[in-house]
């Protein structure tokens, strides 16, 4: 059975839930994002908007508790590969967590800039910020090209980890799955 830290050769249960259940969050955030932004601000969407922002507020949630997280739990130690490799993980590492606060930012951000309250599920955040409404536009569609990349990007994430397992025939992948 795997314990909630990290050991030497595995991810802990602990990083292991924060990493999936960011995964789970993201996709269907991305799903119910889908449709041009005016009509997701329709009467019509309201209960999709909910959801999404309710979304994207629990990725942001979940990332900063990642982050903490990793302040006391160390990572599996780092296996020889080549320079390259140990550079591109670390570029893609690190676009990921850039990704992951960014987009949030940039919805609450662009929202409030346009006047329109943050909706969660139970209640609605008003605007902390004067209107400014081409800015706000501006800002919903960096929001809506980096949620675009953040699955390039994950997806690159996803293919270098199948790499490893298929490929390079390490535990690289195996040290993220539950239960292996």
């Known amino acids: 059975m795997i314990g909630l830290r990290s050991t030497s050769s595995r991810y ?18 991305y799903v119910l994002s889908k449709g041009d932004h005016y009509s997701l601000y329709s009467a019509a969407a309201d209960g999709l ?32 590969i080549p320079r390259w490799m140990a550079a591109a993980a670390k570029f893609v590492q690190f676009a990921l967590y850039a990704l992951l606060i960014s987009i949030p930012a940039t919805a609450v951000l662009g929202t409030w800039l346009e006047g329109i309250p ?24 960096i929001h809506t090209i980096l949620g675009d990349a953040i699955l390039w990007t994950a997806g690159a994430h ?21 239960g292996g």
């Not at 994207?56 to 949630?61: A, E, K, T, Y």
Request: cysteine-free.
């Open 118 to 141: 943050v909706t969660l599920l139970g209640f609605d955040i008003a605007p902390r910020i004067a209107p400014m409404h081409r800015l706000g536009q501006l800002i919903m569609e």
């Open 12 to 29: 802990g249960a602990g990083t292991q839930a924060f990493h999936w259940l960011t995964v789970i969050l993201v996709l269907a955030a």
């Open 158 to 178: 996803a293919v270098a980890a199948l790499f490893h397992h298929f490929y390079l025939r390490d535990e690289v992948f195996q040290s993220m799955i539950p």
């Open 49 to 80: 908007r909910r959801i999404h922002e309710t979304l994207g507020v629990l990725v942001f949630i979940v990332v900063v508790l990642r982050l903490l997280w990793g302040l006391i739990d160390d990572a599996p130690t780092k296996r020889s």
